[in-house]
């Protein structure tokens, strides 16, 4: 009796959350409109209250591997207390079908092209019914150096918001209004707009208001407690800072809502996650009759560290180049040498075995995680299902990211293993991507990016992979499964870039 119990309650309490948190998403863009705007090829939501008039316009940029979703507690905020907010797709992002191009180290290379595609979003929304020529920008991480060369160099942008920071373009003058917000964890970020206030004063400090927003002069850094470089952007102080900035600029009322989204979207991600734990003990009458093989330790330890070196020291001489997106190419091969690598020692001692059940349950996991937990990513969090021409990198970056999870899988024995040896494989997962970068800081750069998405992966995903291989003893099923689910993920999420 209690076995069936608790999957029942699970599930059951698992979609309550999820739909009380779908329920107070919506809430929050309660009475707005939002409209799709196409500026050429680049994709833009158009959000404002229905009776907006004589209204300033904020154009909202997102960073590297971003989308508009990502923005939409800003564009929410600013539309309830008056604003009409654009927010757009960047070239190579999320719906945008233009690739990035360019020399991405030199400012008159991609970051040329991005401000040039800034400029045509802000010609199109100045346009917009209700608009009244005043104009803000907001940006985060790369795009913050955008919005502030734009700003500095056009005369209708009267404030600008830069999230996560990092511009070398900032003097003590320009531009006009700034306001720096960062996440208390982002260390480096936050000693980066302190230096940056201190052009202006050299005893400034945090939360302090330097000049006069009304009057042009103004600037002002703060951090956002408790959070980083992705938190930032759900951070309630970040939210309340920026409203109450526009509004000093453009003397507007202070007492408008704020979207508070941050917890109700964690809250929808564990509860969408909690429903494969239940529906994997639907898997149970598939259950391998016996569990995976564990490895001596010496033969734990082969496994793990030497792909966790040689990976990167193997591809390191090559250039590589196959893909049109950055940095993705390097991640499919070094994913896939990495997995192989490791599935040759397991090979070697046996651990590996033939399973045709675990190659068809790995099928309808890949469509859970791609399908329901994708699915719920798309509206709310970041755009997941551009499909077009990223179909093709999807398949590379799954080729690689199969064997990488499968062994994986095999590893941590379908969730059986110690603790201990799974942060183990995991953690050398990691770090085997961060040798690859110090090797080559300069090609590699955009890797430190995506470390955080592929951490939060083994998190979530991880402890997915375990219900499903305690519920099956099948490491091949949570392992190709997730592969093809970790392909998909980063294939829709990787820039296109023109090569």
Same mark, same amino acid.
Do not use: C, K
């Given at each position: 009796m209690?076995?069936?119990?608790?999957?029942?309650?699970?599930?059951?309490?698992?979609? #309550?959350?999820?739909?009380? =948190?779908?329920?107070?998403?919506? *809430?929050?863009? &309660?009475? %707005?409109?939002?409209?799709?705007? /196409?500026?050429?090829?680049?994709p833009v939501t158009v959000v404002s209250r229905p009776d907006v008039t004589d209204a300033p316009v904020v154009v909202i940029a997102h960073g590297f591997a971003g989308s508009r979703q990502l923005m939409i507690g800003f564009a929410q905020t600013l539309a309830q207390a008056g604003y009409i907010v654009a927010s757009y797709d960047l070239e190579g992002?999320?719906?945008?079908?233009?690739?990035?191009?360019?020399?991405?180290?030199?400012?008159?290379?991609?970051?040329?092209?991005?401000?040039?595609?800034?400029?045509?979003?802000?010609d199109a929304s100045l346009g917009l019914r209700g608009a009244n020529g005043q104009l803000a920008l907001l940006g985060h991480s790369m795009a913050s150096d955008i919005i502030l060369r734009q700003a500095i160099a056009d005369s209708?942008?009267?404030?600008?918001? #830069?999230?996560?920071?990092? =511009?070398?373009?900032?003097?003590? *003058?320009?531009? &006009?209004? %700034?306001?720096?917000?960062?996440? /208390?964890w982002e260390t480096a970020l936050a000693a980066e707009a302190l230096r940056v206030l201190r052009l202006t004063d050299p005893d400034a400090t945090f939360d302090q208001t330097l000049g006069d927003p009304a009057a042009?002069?103004?600037?002002?850094?703060?951090?956002?407690?408790?959070?980083?470089?992705?938190?930032?952007?759900?951070?309630?102080?970040?939210?309340?800072?920026?409203?109450?900035w526009l509004n000093a600029v453009f003397a507007r009322p202070q007492d408008t809502p704020v979207a508070a989204r941050g917890g109700w979207i964690a809250l929808l991600i564990v509860s969408v996650t909690a429903l494969a734990w239940p529906l994997a003990r639907l898997a149970r009458p598939l259950r391998a009759a016996t569990p995976p093989v564990r490895l001596p330790r010496g033969a734990f330890w082969a496994a793990t560290l030497v792909p966790t070196i040689l990976t990167p020291l193997i591809l390191y001489p090559f250039e590589i180049g196959f893909l049109p997106v950055l940095v993705a190419d390097y991640l499919a091969l070094h994913f896939a040498l990495f997995g192989g690598i490791g599935l040759l020692f397991l090979g070697r001692a046996g651990a590996l075995r033939w399973d045709t059940t675990g190659l068809l349950l790995a099928l309808p996991i890949a469509v859970f995680c791609i399908?329901?937990?994708?699915?719920?990513?798309?509206?709310?969090v970041a755009s997941f299902f551009a499909i077009g021409a990223r179909i093709w990198i999807v398949l590379a970056i799954a080729a690689g990211a199969v064997p990488f999870m499968l062994a994986d899988a095999y590893l941590t024995e379908a969730g059986h293993a110690p603790l201990w040896r799974v942060l183990a494989v995991r953690a050398n997962a990691l770090v085997s991507l961060g040798i690859a970068t110090a090797l080559d800081i300069e090609g590699l750069f955009f890797l430190l990016l995506i470390l955080p998405?592929?951490?939060?992966?083994?998190?979530?995903?991880?402890?997915?992979?375990?219900?499903?291989?305690?519920?099956t003893q099948r490491p091949v099923a949570a392992g190709v499964g997730l592969g093809v689910f970790l392909g998909w993920a980063l294939g829709m999420t990787f820039p296109l870039f023109a090569v």
């Open positions: 209690g076995n069936r119990f608790w999957p029942w309650l699970v599930l059951i309490v698992s979609l #309550a959350l999820a739909g009380l =948190s779908i329920i107070r998403l919506e *809430q929050a863009g &309660a009475g %707005l409109v939002t409209s799709d705007l /196409a500026v050429g090829e680049t992002h999320g719906r945008n079908p233009v690739p990035m191009s360019g020399d991405v180290a030199s400012v008159d290379g991609t970051t040329r092209l991005l401000v040039a595609e800034l400029g045509r979003v802000i209708r942008v009267d404030a600008t918001v #830069a999230v996560s920071m990092f =511009s070398t373009a900032v003097t003590a *003058q320009t531009p &006009a209004n %700034l306001l720096v917000i960062n996440g /208390a042009g002069t103004g600037r002002r850094a703060v951090l956002a407690p408790s959070v980083e470089h992705v938190g930032v952007l759900y951070a309630p102080t970040s939210m309340v800072e920026t409203r109450n399908g329901i937990f994708g699915g719920m990513l798309d509206i709310y998405i592929i951490l939060l992966f083994f998190v979530l995903f991880g402890t997915l992979g375990g219900w499903i291989g305690r519920a």
